[in-house]
Structures are given as structure tokens and as C-alpha cells.
């Protein structure tokens, strides 16, 4: 896995991508279980983001509203 | 020169003022201007009328006046509360006079009443002709049209420092429920009576020259007297308001018609403690404005979490779905793979046993062995009769067979009358076989016979 800055809607859709291959059948069972990995990896980042996001944004508006 | 036929300046004036008297004995309602006016200590109020020319504005007539302490006392009121304004220099009056000749004091008018309508009208008049002027001029949108910030924080105000009505204004805004801060500048200004004009004229030009510092012009006059409010009239005021490049608001502060620097200001409210309100509403709308903004913001960035979230929480459902699914499926076959095995394990074993279970029953009987010994040699034995029992049967069967076929050949049914029938190289079976006119062969015992078909029946 490479180690570039990885951003959220490539993640998502590196989710969705997996998924979907699964849903196909066009996993191996060798490759299930790394790539589910490399999926509950990607969806762990994008909940990291989206946790971050929610609270920088949060200090965001906490700190303009109580400028005033 | 004798005496005789000569009378003093005393008897003279005393003439006059017999003459006046008889002749002029009657009040006439005049139209004059007031030149000057003052009021005594006495309660008096002595006055200069004037009548000029319209064109010229030269004067051109000339009286005293008087209005008694007495008199005075209820017309000032009644003329103030009907017009809005007080008696001053420049003012057009109509009063009702009676002509007065006083052998030392000379010719003077004694004001009895006054009729304020001809004032309103004459101050209407003006005022209409001030507007005119400035509608003429092009200016009297012109302080409507400059944009007011949002949140006009640094304010100049034109006012007087101790009047009423700044103090208001003053408290009014640092009394604000919301905790807004204004920086306010003071321009100290005369704002009743003659000098009024050019002071508040003054101040503006003062602001003018810091005019970078300030976001908005406020001007208040200070409670007190509703009257000499002519000023707020002028032209020159008007005219200066109306194309101030900052937004003036006025809180002038009067009950009767607003007055024309009203008209012109960007807005007019009618109190020192409005003008300050607006202040603070204006503040607070852009707060509200800000803080529903805020909301949205919030708001939306929200929903685009939850929207994430339940993406990823739907995505992590789905792969746990999809690959149990696909665990269990490879599972399946495995265990097909396995039962498959197992029975396989099962076949072996039993033979296994089976065999073993020979092998010792082998083992354990020599007693079978013999047996079997005795039943192969019984076997042998049978074997050895075989060949002779088969050649024995064969013979019979042989005989057998040449008997039948013997009986079976055509030649020896021939002989006992039956006969065979071609047509074709084919026999003939039915009579359908055959139609009128065929020619068919006849086999007998010792030959043939060659016949045509003459009739057909079934």
C-alpha cells in the first residue's frame, strides 16, 4: 500500500470498488481477507476524517461565535 | 414774527394724536415682517415690522411695535403651539394693531391679537419653495442614495453637550441589551435660534474633514422647546445634509411637519432615543443576520457528517455482509468437498473391515479351509462330467434342428399343394398389393406360372 496522502472520496470509492468486486464474485478467497482489510483500513481513515472534520469544524464555529 | 398763530411742539404732537385718534380709531390686520424683536424683563415685547420690496428686498416702510406683558403672555404660547415656531427675526406675521401716537414716544403699533394661519402658510410656502430648490438642484435624494454600513460603528454626532436629548442618545446606546461598543465623537453645535444654521453648517464641514473616521452623522437636538426649529428649514442646511457623502440620520425631535433637513436626511426618526434605537437594530439585524448564517453553516456541515457517516456505516455493513456471504459460501463447498471425503473414508473402512474380518476368519478356521478345499475339489470334479453331458446335449439339439428345418422348407409345402406369389420380386401377401392388369409369378413344386391380374377382391 502506498503511503501518498490518501483523500476521503478516494477512499470512499476504493470502499465501493471493494464492495462491489465482492458483491460480484470477483474475489478470490485468498484476496477476501486482504482486501476486506484493506476496506475496514480505509473505513477506519474515513472515520478519522470525518470524526477530526466534525470536531475542527466544531472549534470553528465555537470560536467565531463566541468573538463576537 | 408775533406768537400769535404759533403752538408748541407738545400742542403739535397732541394734534396729531387727536387726529390719529379719530381718524384711525379702529384695530387693522396687518402684514408685516419682524425686523427685530425683544423680549423685556418687564414681560413686554417690543418689536421693529418692516415691509420690504419683493424684488429688491429693500425696506421700504417701517413701524414700531409693542405687545403688552398681558397680551403677550397668551399670544406667544398660542402662536408657538400653532405654528411650531417662535417669533423671530424674518418671521411674516399678521396681527391685528392699533395705531398708536404718543406725543413723546411718537408713532408706535399696540399688537391686540395675531393669527398664526398666516404664518403656517407663509412657512409652508418657504418650505415648499426650499424643497423646490433642492429637487431643482438635483440633491435631494442624494443623501438617501449613500449606502449605511451594516454595523455603523464610529458615529459622529452633531449636537449640544448638555442638551437633553445627546444625553439620551448617549445612554440609549451604551444601555444596549446586546453589549454592542460604539466609538462616538461629539461635534458641540448651537442647535435652536439664528446661529443654529451655521454651527450645525460648521460641524458638518468639520466631519467632512475626518471624514474617513466615521461611519455615520447623527443629529439630535435636545429636548426643550419645540419651537425654532426654522433653522432645520433652511435651505443651506438642507442642501448641506442632503450631500453629505456619510448617511445622516436626524432625531430633531419635533411633533408638528417634519422639517425639510428631515426630508433630505438619509433617515429620520423623531426622537434622540430613536436614533439610537436604529442604531442598535441595524447592529443587531447584521447580528442576526451573522448568526443565522452561522446556523446554516452549522447546519450543513452536519448533514454532510451524518451523510459520511452513514455511508461508512452502510459501506462497513455491506462488507461484512458480502464477505460472510462469500466465507459461507466457500465454507459450502467445502464442506461437500469433506462429507464427499468422509464417505469415501467410510467405503474404505468398511472394505478394510470386511477384510480384515476375512483374514481372520481365514486365520481362525483351518476348519473353512478344508471346506473350501472340498468344494474346489467337488468344483473340479462337476468340471470334469461337463464335456461329455455338453457333446451329448449338442447331438439331441442338432437332430432336432435338421428335423424342423426338414418340416420348414418351402419345397415340402410346395409338395403338398401350397404355392408362392411374386410381383416385383416381392410376395404377396394381400390382395391390396395388387391391381388389374399386374403380372404376377407363381411358384410351384416343379415350376412356374406367369399370370395377369384380371380382378381383385377383398
Redesign the interface.
Known amino acids: 500500500m502506498t503511503k501518498k496522502a490518501l483523500k476521503y472520496n478516494e477512499a470512499i470509492a476504493e470502499v465501493e470498488k471493494i464492495i462491489s468486486e465482492i458483491e460480484d464474485n470477483e474475489t478470490d478467497l485468498d484476496e477476501l481477507a486482504s482486501k476486506l482489510k484493506r476496506a475496514a483500513e480505509l473505513l477506519n481513515f474515513c472515520k478519522a476524517k470525518l470524526r477530526s472534520t466534525e470536531e475542527e469544524i466544531q472549534k470553528i464555529i465555537e470560536d467565531f461565535q463566541t468573538d463576537q | 414774527m408775533s406768537v400769535e398763530g404759533k403752538i408748541t411742539l407738545l400742542e403739535l404732537n397732541n394734534l396729531v394724536k387727536e387726529s390719529i385718534n379719530q381718524n384711525l380709531s379702529t384695530s387693522y390686520w396687518v402684514i408685516a415682517e419682524i425686523a427685530e424683536i425683544k423680549e423685556h424683563s418687564s414681560g413686554h415685547c417690543y418689536l421693529e415690522l418692516v415691509y420690504k420690496d419683493k424684488e429688491t428686498e429693500n425696506i421700504k416702510a417701517k413701524a414700531r411695535a409693542t405687545i403688552w406683558n398681558y397680551t403677550y403672555r397668551m399670544l406667544k404660547p398660542y402662536f408657538e403651539t400653532a405654528t411650531g415656531q417662535s417669533l423671530v427675526n424674518g418671521l411674516t406675521i399678521l396681527v391685528n394693531v392699533q395705531v398708536v401716537f404718543h406725543e413723546f414716544f411718537g408713532y408706535s403699533l399696540n399688537i391686540l391679537d395675531i393669527d398664526p394661519t398666516y404664518t403656517i402658510g407663509e412657512i409652508e410656502l418657504r418650505r415648499r419653495e426650499t424643497i423646490n430648490k433642492l429637487i431643482a438642484d438635483g440633491v435631494y435624494e442624494m443623501n438617501k442614495e449613500v449606502e449605511i454600513d451594516d454595523v455603523p460603528k464610529r458615529i459622529a454626532i452633531i449636537s449640544s453637550e448638555n442638551a437633553a436629548g445627546y444625553q439620551d442618545f448617549r445612554k440609549q446606546l451604551s444601555n444596549n441589551p446586546y453589549g454592542y461598543v460604539f466609538s462616538v465623537t461629539l461635534f458641540p453645535a448651537i442647535m435652536q435660534g439664528d446661529e443654529a444654521e451655521n454651527s450645525i453648517i460648521n460641524q458638518l464641514g468639520n466631519i467632512y474633514s475626518q471624514i474617513n473616521n466615521f461611519d455615520v452623522v447623527i443629529i439630535v437636538r435636545g429636548g426643550g422647546s419645540q419651537t425654532d426649529l426654522s433653522c432645520f428649514d433652511s435651505y443651506e442646511l438642507a442642501s448641506n445634509v442632503a450631500q453629505f457623502p456619510l448617511p445622516v440620520i436626524t432625531g430633531i425631535g419635533h411633533d408638528k411637519d417634519t422639517s425639510v433637513t428631515d426630508m433630505v436626511a438619509h433617515t429620520s426618526v423623531k426622537t434622540p432615543t430613536a436614533a439610537a434605537e436604529f442604531i442598535i437594530a441595524r447592529f443587531n439585524d447584521a ?1 442576526t443576520e ?1 448568526y443565522q448564517v ?1 446556523e446554516k ?2 447546519s450543513i ?1 452536519k448533514n454532510l ?1 451524518d451523510e ?2 452513514s ?2 456505516q452502510k ?2 455493513q ?2 461484512v455482509l ?2 460472510t456471504k ?2 459461507s459460501k ?1 465454507k459450502l463447498t467445502l464442506n461437500t468437498f469433506v462429507h464427499r471425503a468422509s464417505k469415501a473414508d467410510l467405503i474404505i473402512l468398511y472394505n478394510s473391515n470386511k477384510l480384515s474380518n476375512l483374514g481372520n476368519a481365514l486365520k481362525k478356521t483351518p476348519y473353512g479351509l478344508k471346506i473350501l478345499k472340498r468344494n474346489l475339489e467337488l468344483e473340479i470334479e462337476k468340471l470334469k462330467t461337463i464335456p461329455n453331458r455338453l457333446i451329448k446335449t449338442e447331438k439331441n439339439k442338432v437332430e432336432f434342428l435338421s428335423r424342423t428345418s426338414e418340416h420348414l422348407d418351402p419345397k415340402n409345402i410346395l409338395h403338398r399343394g401350397y404355392s408362392m406369389t411374386y410381383s416385383n420380386n416381392e410376395i404377396i401377401k394381400s390382395s391390396k398389393q395388387v391391381k388389374k392388369n399386374d403380372v404376377i409369378t407363381t411358384i410351384l413344386s416343379d415350376g412356374t406360372v406367369s399370370s395377369i391380374i384380371n380382378k381383385t377382391s377383398n
Open positions: 447580528d451573522l452561522t453553516i452549522s456541515i457528517l459520511n457517516l455511508t461508512i459501506y462497513s455491506l462488507l458480502h464477505s462469500e466465507i466457500y
